[in-house]
């Protein structure tokens, strides 16, 4: 867990140029006040020794924000509508699964989709780089049971199970893919009650995401980080998402700007060609420019990229009437 005391001396190690922007600026305490531990117990696969939890303030010198590394108890923070309207959104940071964007892809966007009246939970999971056990695994066990929990406290989170989406972020875009196409895929023996519910989501945002790991000529960082440098052939086909497309599979919001750097625009275009081919309903906005991990509010104000948040709320609105018609 992360103190104000723990940001204060993150905050300390900064350059001084930098140090001087992130004191400028409000801290940001992770977890927030209502959070939830994912696992009761140790998580699957706990190494020894354990993760050094290592949150730092970091990004752009200019406007730095919170990363985290070594996660040992993974958790949801819980950022709730002041009008809900009974939506929720699971939201999954990227950090090219090395670290976790937990402030720009996850608290920024709970400030951007609670006005809407979407109650928001920002996962911080564990990274599969760190030591566990099935690495490859770690991230989708974390994103299955917050799936699952949120389902099962709906009602003391006043959201309705049937409208719960996930939306990812880069490496967090790829974790959000893997639970859209494999929600059911069994990676960790259930524990409790509430493994008995459906970790599918109802719907899925795509925010410059990685998708496939299968392509070499696509293989970076995110692919390294989860798979290791030896995977088993098994485990890369069952991580590289866009065949796993089915007629079933959620419906899906896209949202790339074709100048990414980083995750290339053909992620998307992969998986859109497949939920297309398998009559997947998709939206996806295609941005001129906009770079990677603009998140939901580092894109300069009257640019497109600034607007995926509000097309998202109109687009969720819309696939979720739908389904209640």
């Known amino acids: ?32 006040a209502e959070h939830v531990k994912l696992w009761p117990g140790p998580p699957p696969g706990a190494p020894n020794p354990r993760p050094r939890y290592a949150p730092e303030m970091s990004g752009n010198p200019a406007d730095p924000e919170l990363w985290l590394r070594g996660v040992v108890e993974p958790v949801i923070g819980v950022f709730r509508a002041e009008r809900p309207d009974g939506r929720a959104v699971l939201s999954i940071p990227g950090g090219g699964y090395g ?10 966007v709970a400030r951007a989709l ?15 780089g760190e030591g566990w056990a099935n690495r490859a695994d770690v991230p989708l066990q974390d994103a299955q049971r917050a799936m699952r929990l949120i389902r099962a406290n709906a009602a003391r989170y006043a959201i309705d199970p049937t409208r719960l989406a ?7 875009g790829h974790l959000a893919a893997a639970l859209t196409v494999g ?4 990676v960790y023996a259930p524990i409790d009650a509430a493994d008995r519910q459906s970790a599918r989501p109802d719907a899925t945002g795509l925010v410059y995401p990685v998708t496939r790991m299968s392509d070499p000529r696509t293989r970076g960082r995110s692919t390294d980080n989860l798979l290791g440098p030896t995977p088993a052939p098994e ?7 866009p065949p796993r497309v089915r007629a079933d599979t959620p419906p899906l919001f896209i949202a790339h700007a074709m100048d990414d750097p980083a995750a290339r625009v053909e992620e998307s275009f992969a998986i859109l060609a497949a939920a297309r081919a398998a009559n997947v309903p998709v939206e996806a906005h295609l941005f001129e420019r906009g770079g990677h991990g603009f998140g939901a509010r580092r894109a300069a104000e009257g640019t497109p990229p600034r607007e995926w948040p509000h097309l998202f709320d ?12």
């Open 314 to 325: 109109l687009w969720l609105r819309q696939r979720f009437n739908r389904t209640a018609a």
């Open 99 to 108: 670290f976790v964007s937990i402030e720009n892809e996850g608290i920024d």
């Open 1 to 32: 867990m992360i103190s104000r005391r723990t940001l204060i001396a993150a905050t300390a190690a900064l350059p001084l140029a930098t140090r001087a922007t992130a004191q400028a600026r409000p801290q940001t305490p992770w977890p927030p």
């Open 235 to 241: 485990t890369v086909t069952r991580y590289d998402t």
């Open 114 to 128: 609670n006005p809407q009246g979407i109650t928001v939970f920002a996962l911080a999971y564990r990274l599969p």
């Open 183 to 186: 929600h059911a895929d069994r």
């Open 166 to 172: 996930a939306l990812g972020f880069s490496a967090g």
